[in-house]
């Protein structure tokens, strides 16, 4: 004997109930198919009654939909010869349906025995169409058979009178029985119901009287899955569970079954197998006493939760050592029929804290407070505290006892991304732990978790870039390029979700396309620098990270709320880092104690590893006693273009066609630019300098800043001379001109120099830069540090890489 149970997806439509029967069809006889109502229909009666009771004659429309519903499958997948007979009969359920539901309308009362009664007819009107459809079953009204208790709305059964119906009833039968799901009857014949879900429990109830040798769910999912699909995209289904573990999944928010179902089939160690009605080839779940190995080799199955919970607390220190508060407190809430979905209580008896369904809350306070009225009301020893909008996630899996390092994966995921536990909870059995957060948080923490367990050989980071011009149009381009061997290699995604330029922005959680990312923000919304931030902490996506390619100070002004949200920082913008010291020091502090990443390595260098190799010297014990350093790529690459045939104001514009220069060159020219650089490394290797304490000597006159543009233009040329007549002299005497920064015994400062051949930054060429770092450890001779030092395609590679860096600590 097999059971089936088809739920109100699988046959939502005559499609569908076709598809029921052919699944059917290839099944060994005999067979039981227990059905639920049509999809929505359960839902449809609830809303048809409770307008009744409140004198809404518009019931009637309701109900008139629900019928018609039913009678266009009668004739769409009922033979001919049948139609005639099967109408009949649904159109006299349907018109004592209809008879109650005017009762209750001039009543103005719904009484649960009647609403039950109500609600019944969902099934029995899909059983009755169902069974008629098969050449050769039968129909078996569930009510004869199932025996309960009279809590019309979630029946007790009586499985010994339940049992023996069943059995007598099936006793020689090698057919096909289609019965409704959901429904029984009391001693006096009067319809009662199994609870919302209970199409499975009565299913499982028929398996266990039966001794089936198999109970097959039927739904619209592949099974179980490593957790809910809608929330965590790259969930997949779970091979096998054991029935322990499918009951704490099921009771922890999956609702892929109703947990009562499991229990009878537990009993007589009978496999479920939850199966895909629009995807009958997927192996689908199958649930046993043992549970096989997850492939991949994780020790959990599954993520679950519950969505909307409060916190209660019973707390003060007339619990600590009084022997039966929590008898009373638990007894209290029994007889107030509170359900609790869990508990966790303090070593120190200081406080006993359990979580409940929202809609308890209340009624669990007052009993609470009725039942330690004098402790809270004369003694004041205890009181009640509440904590709302909060939900519960459970890790669940057998394989999680005497493993070390679960709950360190479980709170470091969480940790990581700025997710607090506010209360736990554990079994010795250590087949669950349960972890309470912030509602807000659960799609983040439901995914960093599931990426925990199941993907830790995979890390997705979500990018929200501004600025998309030639550094991080370069960007994009690299991400597009390495996307693949990311994946494949590193098991890194690198999904960027947001952009923003000056004009428009766009964001998207579930990923941009970066080759047609132009033409899209074109479509998106005007550029908002707040609101695209305040997106980070909105959307609260896992591994979040914000790139700044801009060299915009309104940019940087916005980092520590960024690193406040739990979202790292990489960034080319030298503002930031070189601004007041307290605020380069509170960023980095924000970043530490919010566990996220604050990287800027492309500050210095662009894409030379200057400020990691200095940080990785002071991390081991080194210091850092003086640098010199070319740090400017522009400046270098116009004063080895100056020759006879290029002027200065020649060599500064083809730095700026080269994209080598800000838009305007003056900032590099005046040295600015340097002097932040200079800071930074400074900064870096533990000096605490301003900007203000860096000398400055600079090659141009004053009067070339002043102005605007097209006045600097003017007035550079004039220059010209000025210029070759001293390259030409240092020419002749076999030296370069070179700008270099210096620190030294925390004295910081930028200037023109003339350097020898023996200078390392003699053959310096082009843009490219060079460092020399003498430290203790390298006393005699200096860590050189060489190579390209500016252009937009090093500067992204250095972003790109800082990106990187960020999965990978």
Not at 334 to 352: F, G, H, K, M, P
Not at 415 to 422: D, E, F, H, L, P
Not at 525 to 545: G, Q, W
Not at 646 to 668: L, Y
Request: aromatic residues 8%.
């Amino acid at each position: 004997m097999k059971v089936l149970k088809f739920g109100g997806s699988s046959v939502g439509s005559p499609d569908r109930i076709k598809r029921v029967m052919e699944i059917a069809g290839f099944k060994q006889k005999p067979l039981i198919i227990v059905v639920s109502a049509f999809q929505g229909v359960t839902d449809q009666l609830e809303k048809v009654s409770a307008m009744a009771a409140s004198k809404n004659p518009e019931y009637k429309n309701l109900l008139n939909d629900i019928s018609a519903r039913y009678s266009l499958a009668v004739r769409e997948i009922t033979t001919t010869s049948e139609k005639k007979t099967v109408l009949f009969a649904v159109d006299s359920m349907l018109k004592e349906l209809n008879d109650i539901l005017e009762g209750v309308y001039l009543l103005s009362d719904l009484t649960s025995k009647t609403r039950a009664r109500i609600l019944s007819y969902g099934e029995l009107l899909s059983a009755t169409i169902i069974a008629n459809a098969f050449d050769n079953a039968i129909f078996i009204d569930s009510r004869t058979l199932i025996k309960t208790d009279s809590n019309y709305l979630n029946a007790v059964v009586n499985f010994e009178i339940t049992n023996a119906n069943i059995s007598k009833q099936y006793k020689d039968f090698n057919g096909i029985c289609v019965v409704p799901g959901f429904i029984g009857s009391d001693s006096e014949g009067k319809t009662t119901l199994l609870g919302r879900g209970g199409s499975d429990y009565t299913a499982a109830i028929y398996a266990a009287a039966l001794n089936a040798t198999i109970l097959e769910i039927w739904t619209d999912v592949d099974g179980f899955m490593t957790a809910d699909p809608r929330k965590v995209k790259k969930a997949f289904a779970i091979e096998s569970l054991s029935y322990a573990e499918a009951m704490e999944l099921a009771h922890f928010g999956a609702k892929v079954v109703y947990t009562p179902t499991i229990q009878p089939a537990l009993q007589k160690k009978i496999p479920i197998i939850i199966k895909n009605t629009f995807n009958p080839e997927a192996p689908g779940t199958t649930i046993i006493e043992k549970s096989q190995a997850q492939t991949g080799g994780s020790p959990i199955k599954g993520v679950s939760s519950i969505d909307d919970i409060d916190l209660v607390t019973l707390q003060g220190p007339g619990m600590m050592g009084t022997k039966g508060i929590s008898s009373r407190l638990f007894g209290a809430l029994a007889r107030a029929d509170v359900n609790i979905i869990l508990i966790t209580q303090a070593s120190s008896e200081y406080s006993i804290t359990f979580a409940i369904a929202p809609f308890d809350t209340q009624i669990a306070v007052a009993a609470i407070e009725k039942e330690f009225e004098a402790e809270i009301q004369i003694r004041d020893e205890v009181r009640v505290a509440i904590e709302r909008d909060l939900s519960i996630i459970a890790i669940v899996g057998e394989q999680m006892k005497n493993t070390p390092g679960i709950s360190a994966t479980l709170f470091q995921a969480l940790g990581r991304n700025g997710i607090s536990a506010i209360a736990t909870a554990q079994g010795s059995s250590e087949l669950n732990i349960s972890v309470v957060i912030n509602k807000r948080s659960l799609k983040k923490a439901l995914n960093v978790i599931h990426e925990g367990f199941f993907l830790s050989h995979y890390k997705e980071l979500h990018v929200y870039m501004v600025g998309i011009g030639t550094v991080g149009g370069s960007l994009i381009k690299q991400i597009i390029q390495q996307q693949n061997h990311l994946l494949e290699e590193h098991k890194l995604k690198v999904n960027v979700v947001g952009i923003c330029r000056s004009k428009k922005m766009i964001i998207d959680p579930e990923g941009i396309d970066l080759l047609n990312y132009k033409e899209l923000i074109e479509k998106g919304e005007p550029a908002d620098l707040n609101k695209f931030v305040e997106a980070i902490s909105e959307i609260n996506l896992r591994n979040s990270v914000f790139v700044d390619c801009t060299p915009e100070g309104q940019v940087s002004s916005l980092y520590k709320k960024v690193l406040s949200s739990y979202g790292s920082v990489v960034t080319s913008n030298k503002i930031a880092c070189s601004s007041e010291y307290e605020l380069y020091r509170d960023l980095k502090k924000t970043a530490l104690s919010h566990n996220v990443k604050f990287m800027y390595e492309t500050n210095v260098g662009a894409g030379l590893p200057i400020i990691n190799t200095i940080n990785d010297l002071s991390r081991s014990g080194d210091k850092i006693l003086k640098l010199e350093a070319v740090l400017s790529g522009t400046l270098n690459f116009i004063f080895n273009a100056l020759s006879s045939d290029v002027s200065m104001s020649k060599a500064i514009k083809m730095a700026m066609e080269k994209g080598f220069s800000e838009p305007d060159p003056r900032i590099d020219l005046s040295g600015i630019d340097v002097v932040r650089k200079l800071v930074i490394l400074a900064r870096e290797a533990g000096y605490p300098i301003e900007q203000k304490d860096v000398l400055i000597e600079t090659f141009l006159p004053a009067e070339c800043f002043e102005g605007s543009l097209d006045d600097f233009w003017q007035k550079v040329t004039k220059y010209d001379v000025e210029f070759e007549e001293k390259r030409r002299t240092i020419t002749e005497k076999g030296l370069r001109l070179r700008f270099i920064a210096s620190l030294d015994k925390g004295i910081a400062k930028i200037g023109l120099q003339e350097v020898d051949i023996l200078h390392p930054a003699y053959p310096l060429e082009g843009s490219n830069n060079i460092l020399l770092l003498t430290t203790e450890r390298y006393h005699e001779d200096p860590l050189v540090i060489r190579g390209y030092g500016a252009g937009a395609d090093v500067t992204a590679a250095g972003v790109f890489a800082d990106i990187i860096r960020v999965a990978n600590v």
